[in-house]
């Protein structure tokens, strides 16, 4: 188990987490449940942790699937610099953010979510992982594709040289009526 | 084309439909039994709807788990293919389609599990308010029974003030259900696309918090915690009556105090019949792990392969299956599907493994393969062989006219299935249904496979032999070269034999033109049903599922092409 990338995971779940401190938090905040303040804070809580989680990091090795549209967040987050790069910092602000929404019954599996997901990044902190930006190739094709207006004749893979110019003669020996050439 | 669809599709749809219908009707039925019922008349009154909708989202919940082990019991839908062969190929393109079942019932418990989720939490509340001042006269003086030794509580929730969370988390209800939400939650989140392809440990071993959760299930019913009149109760007391009459409660002979009783855990009833055909499975999953499996042959190929032959006792094969490897001395827990490379009417069974992750390598190393020294056949690590399974490809001799497309590595089942065909032409005793076999092989860099062209070479060669040569007609396009190659190529053009596969069919550059495929195809079998199988990615499965739809004429009698799926 030496290659798994544990910060996959993490985000998953901390995304996940995320989504369940807002649901619950909207659940409590809906219902005016006692002490629906903790709810108010797990609204704002979740939102900043889906914020921050919905970017991908790119992976070591191999292609990182997008999530839909995350370039956006992910100029955003890139900003923030070596805050949201080091899993460390991530591990103890998840902890942190978990706290408050473990007062009140709806939030409490955000909390423990939210924990878990902390706990992962711990770990993928311990083994050096760290987030990092997917950022967009410049594409060469398009450049190279500009300059061609025409779409090629003889399609690849081509002949070398050589033998394209032995075919114009098979076919001139075949002929019955002479060819001149110029 | 949406008629097409359906007709192709008919029995997933309808199985679909079937799911959610048996989904509707339980949510409908148990929804409406605790809005009517006269036994929940008092729960009503301290909790309003969200009691219905938490007892209907728990019945479709219990419904659901019931059905989430089945599809993965790869014994059992093994054996269910087998017992529906006479049944024709439909429900057998069903029993491929059981990891996709799986998901789907997943799905399911996801979105019911939150609908109760969220109606409890309401409740909870409910109850935490109703011993409130504010919540009226008949609700407080509800909340209040319970207190001297020969009544019966309705409320869990005794006093105002207190904690809710640490009230709810001290019971058996409420301390489960956080506990198998949280192992739902983790088995869900390590199971996303991305999580199973790029750490398939991570998904496999999370995946066994399944064992908590089914625990949990069983154990969350029994705190008993949703409380209905008892049916003698009922009888006494008369609710219509009494409800408007609360003040008269004890003193009027037709209003004594209303006992309450919890509903019955049931959750048990609906899942322990999977549950006992899960551990069969398992058990014979440990019993196949046991026996023994003699290696006969271990054959290093180029570009990193390890070819094993094996013998096991009893092991029965069908052409394009595959069987789960586990290596002991690799890892203790992990097993790893593998394709079956050799054919039935072989005495040894076959598997090709590349080295491509962890465990793979592990296994190369394990072998020797990376020495140069031969090793001896009983130093070998032992091997447990658990298999072998069902797979698609299994149903092409069951058509006329059979196509098997394949993309890079999905071209291992395909193998077997060459083998096979070429066995059973030699054999004159065989009569095959098949006639004709067209063979699409998609690849980036065929130097992986080496092995596989040498295979087609061998079958090309023996099939030129027996004059049947119109029998396979297999296409292979290249889709990656480089200037070197391109020459090479180009040079070698009017050569009889291709330069890259050393075959008499020559090696097509490019991706396939999948319409101009499929248009030939039914124009030369216009009136056949046509087998199409695919082993490969994701997005391509896809186009050639619309276009086997599209081409299929509406016409029953006229050309059909039945689209399977391998899967890995």
Redesign the interface.
Known sequence: ??????A??AN??A??AGL?LL??GI??VA?Q??GWYFAAYSIAAGVLVCLLEYP?SR?KK?ST?ERCGQKYLTAVVKLLGPLTRNYYIRAILHAALAVPA?????T??GT??LG?ASGIYLLAAVRGEEWRPIEQKPRERPQVGGTIKQPPSNP?????TD?RKKQPEVGGQENPIPVEVE | RMGCWILNEKLSVLLLLVWLGLNLYLFIDTFHWYEDDNAYIYTRIMLGSTLAWARASATCLNFNCMLILLPVCRNLISFLKGASIYCGGALRRQLDKNITFHKMVAYGIALNA?VH??AH??N??RY??SQSKEAGELRNKLSGLGKSPNESYLNPIRTYETN??GE??TTIAGITG?VI??AL??I???S????RR??Y??FWYTHHLFVVFFTGLIIHGMGQLVRGQTPQSLLLHNVTYCKDHYWEWENATQCPLPQFSGNKPVAWKWVLSPMVLYICERTVRFWRFQQEVIITKVVTHSSGVLELHMKKHGFKMGAGQYIFLQCPSVSQLEWHPFTLTSAPEEEYFSVHIRVV??WTAALFKAFGAEEKAFKELWMLPRLAVDGPYGSATTDIFRYQVSVCIAAGIGVTPFASVLKSIWYKCCNPNTVLALQKVYFYWICRDPSAFEWFADLLFHLETKMAEKWKNDFLSYHIFLTG?DES???H???H?DDKMDVITGLRQKTC?GRPNWDNEFKQLAENHPSNSIGVFFCGPKALSKILQKTCNSYSSVDPRGVQFHYNKESF
């Open positions: 188990m030496g290659q798994i990338e544990w996959m995971w998953e779940q995304l996940a369940i649901t619950g659940v409590a219902g449940f006692k991908r992976r191999g699937m473990g007062f009140l019954l709806s409490i599996l423990v979510c878990i690849p893979p081509r002949p070398p033998a | 939150t989720i969220i939490l309401i909870i509340e935490h308010s809710t969370a709810v988390l956080v939400t949280v939650i983790l869900m989140t390590s996303t696309e991305l999580i790029s750490c440990e991570v992750g962890d070269w190659q391109a020459t190529i180009a040079l053009r550059y």
